[in-house]
Nanobody, 125 residues
Framework: QVQLVESGGGLVQAGGSLRLSCAAS????????MGWFRQAPGKERDCVAS????????YYADSAKGRFTISRDNAKNTLYLQMNSLKPEDTAVYYC??????????????????WGQGTQVTVSS
């Protein structure tokens, strides 16, 4: 059974940093492109960043460029998202996801097969 478990969310002041982790089990992480999505209340779930199977290729939404860094450790079956210079508009539930499609950096919701339960990130002003 595939499980993706996010951790590292919390409450942080604007300008601060958080590092999210996503521990995967029931799958071999290197066989999947991975992504981080976020969903704020009343909004759609959007891709923040994605990374190819061995980490050679990355994608970032415009809102994340220069502030967020996605990375992966396939040996540990873990995905990361380092978030710096956080803003109140980054407040959302953050989800990690795994894609079995042959797309290096999938960025659409429908391109992902497995999802975690989410972790709340709240940025205060």
């Amino acid at each position: 059974q595939v499980q993706l478990v996010e951790s590292g969310g919390g409450l942080v002041q604007a300008g601060g940093s958080l590092r999210l982790s996503c521990a995967a089990s029931g799958l071999t992480l290197s066989n999947y492109a991975m992504g981080w999505f976020r969903q704020a209340p009343g909004k759609e779930r959007d891709c923040v960043a994605s990374i190819s199977w061995r980490g050679r290729n990355t994608y970032y939404a415009d809102s994340a460029k220069g502030r967020f860094t996605i990375s992966r450790d396939n040996a540990k079956n873990t995905l990361y998202l380092q978030m710096n210079s956080l803003k109140p508009e980054d407040t959302a539930v953050y989800y990690c996801a795994a894609s079995s499609l042959y797309i290096r950096t999938p960025s659409l919701y429908r391109e992902y097969s497995y999802w975690g339960q989410g972790t709340q990130v709240t940025v205060s002003s």
